[in-house]
Nanobody, 113 residues
Framework: VQLVESGGGLVQPGGSLKLSCAAS????????MGWYRQAPGKGRELVAR??????DYADSVKGRFTISRDYAKQALYMQMNSLKPDGSGVYYC?????????WGQGTQVTVSS
């Protein structure tokens, strides 16, 4: 399984971006799939994810970010609205399948005026 993110970029505070994650390799239905963010000098933190029947969001993004999926296309998306400067960082797509964990290479999001 390979995960490839896209959609990052530079956006002004209050702006929007939509991230995409495309999975390639063997067809799979992940046990969990989501987005993590790593800001400079900080650890990787959960932003949003599907885990079984659960849908989790970090408190800091609730009401502004929306995660969606299309497993038929093996794709995961995240619409990010009302972006704030603290939303800057590298966003990683993550999947868990048959107890193995997979990460994409990340896509940079910079929120700055």
């Amino acid at each position: 399984v390979q995960l490839v993110e896209s959609g990052g970029g530079l956006v002004q505070p209050g702006g929007s971006l939509k991230l995409s994650c495309a999975a390639s390799g063997s067809a799979f239905t992940p046990d969990a799939m989501g987005w993590y963010r790593q800001a400079p000098g900080k650890g990787r933190e959960l932003v949003a994810r599907y885990a079984g029947a659960s849908l989790d969001y970090a408190d800091s993004v609730k009401g502004r970010f929306t995660i969606s999926r299309d497993y038929a296309k093996q794709a995961l998306y995240m619409q990010m609205n009302s972006l704030k400067p603290d939303g800057s960082g590298v966003y990683y797509c993550h999947a868990v399948y048959l107890s193995a964990k997979y990460w994409g290479q990340g896509t940079q999001v910079t929120v700055s005026s």
